[in-house]
């Protein structure tokens, strides 16, 4: 009676395993395909809507090879690869592999397949579990992809990115850090102590500084020099974060690397010019001033100040004309038009000065910055000029003992006064 009762129940217990394979085989959203020779012999519903047959008694008239392309992404043809696949199942019981599939109506798509033997008192049958994996494919196509846009963008910038991993001593570099440190990934040992290696050797102190301030919790941004392998050296601009664990210790660190040594050269040149282009404005005898297009100062040297009094921080936009006497501004803001309009002028005037009001020398030239025009100017002290000239002028007419007129100033003026009255005599009336 009790094996009785056993062989009932190991008969439901078989029902019900055969029940449980009948739903996951008839509800899988995976392919299962049955196969004895090159034969098909039963499908799920997910094999008829993978393949887009209509039914599983059109599906078994099929040969296996209608539902692969001739050729396998490899090259090799679908049928020798296919056959190598099934001795190797067969020989050692499963054979999983990645698989160009091809449905009823011509559309190829991306699969995984495990082949599996099944031992039966008939014989041995395969069992395929196809997976379509046109999904992740197109996720791993579109990462590939990205990842490539970003190597490349990273490429035109200089600029990588890397992860230090605390936890294993590992730091992982993108493909533009190896080429900024000249390295090739054979040769980058990707710890701590080669990174340090690689800092030029007077900038490590403050690289690990920045390195500690951002275990603490701070912003990681530092630039420092690298030497590479052949002895170049490079300047570099790193920026990064610390990730630290709950008792604030630190886990890992991302950051970017930027190789800013052109833009350092062209710094260090700019900076050179600037300083050339001070120093001999600073130099100049007289003084040098920039107008923009409305008369206003936007730019001087420091004889400006020393000669004008004023305050230099006050300076700045301040009308031209208020450092020209007021009689002269009219003939003053006349040239500055012309100046713009003509592109160069020179005029003489007075300028006001802490020694009171100064004959100047103004020449000025038109130039261009940005597309906005501006005037050019410097102006010369001719004070001196003017009283030698003078004096010039009244050693040539007077006697030096007596500064009386000399006879050259008598023989010019009675020559004067003979022209004259040869011009008016007719009309001069006898006073007798």
Not at 15 to 30: G, I, N, P, T
Not at 50 to 64: G, Y
Not at 302 to 331: K, S
Request: proline content about 4%; aromatic content about 10%.
């Amino acid at each position: 009676m009790a094996h009785g009762n056993d062989l009932k129940t190991s008969q439901e217990d078989a029902a019900r395993k055969r029940q449980k394979y009948q739903l996951a085989f008839e509800q899988s959203r995976d392919a299962f395909l049955f196969f004895e020779g090159e034969c098909f012999q039963d499908c799920n519903p997910a094999t008829l809507a993978m393949f887009r047959v209509p039914d599983v008694a059109t599906f078994v008239t099929l040969h296996p090879a209608e539902l692969s392309p001739p050729y396998q992404p490899d090259g090799r043809s679908s049928r020798e690869a296919a056959a190598d696949r099934f001795d190797e199942a067969l020989s050692q019981g499963q054979a999983f592999f990645e698989w160009r599939h091809r449905t009823w109506d011509g559309v190829d798509f991306p699969a995984e397949v495990l082949l599996s033997r099944v031992d039966l008192e008939e014989g041995p049958l395969v069992q395929a579990v196809v997976r379509d994996i046109s999904d992740r494919k197109e996720a791993e196509d579109a990462l590939r992809s990205r990842e490539q846009e970003l190597a490349e963008a990273q490429r035109l910038v200089h600029l990588g990115s890397w992860i230090s991993d605390f936890r294993t001593n590992e730091i992982r570099w993108s493909d533009e850090v190896y080429r900024i440190f000249g390295l090739n990934r054979e040769e980058w040992a990707a710890t701590l102590e080669s990174f340090m290696a690689a800092v030029h050797p007077d900038d490590r102190a403050k690289v690990q500084a920045a390195l500690e301030a951002s275990f603490r919790g701070e912003p990681y941004e530092v630039d420092h020099r690298i030497m590479r392998p052949d002895g170049e050296v490079r300047t570099v601009l790193e920026r990064g974060h610390t990730e630290l664990d709950a008792d604030g210790k630190p886990l890992r660190m991302f950051g970017t690397i930027q190789d800013i040594t052109e833009q350092r050269r062209l710094e260090d040149e700019l900076r050179n010019e600037k300083t050339l282009s001070e120093s001999i404005v600073d130099g100049l005898p007289g003084i040098f001033y920039m107008l923009d297009g409305q008369g206003r100062l936007v730019r001087w040297n420091d004889r400006v100040v020393e000669v004008t009094g004023r305050n230099p921080e006050e300076m700045q936009g301040t009308n031209a004309l208020e450092f020209i006497p007021e009689q002269e501004q009219p003939l003053i803001a006349k040239y500055i038009r012309k100046t713009f309009e003509e592109g160069s002028t020179v005029v003489e005037s007075k300028l006001r000065t802490v020694a009171g009001d100064v004959p100047y020398l103004f020449s000025g030239l038109r130039t261009e910055l940005d597309g906005e025009p501006y005037v050019l100017g410097i102006s010369l002290d001719i004070s001196k000029q003017k009283y030698l000239e003078a004096l010039l002028e009244r050693e040539a007419t007077t006697d030096h003992l007596t500064g009386l007129y000399n006879r050259q100033r008598f023989d010019a003026e009675m020559e004067w006064s003979m022209r004259w009255l040869g011009t008016h005599a007719m009309a001069m009336k006898p006073l007798w």
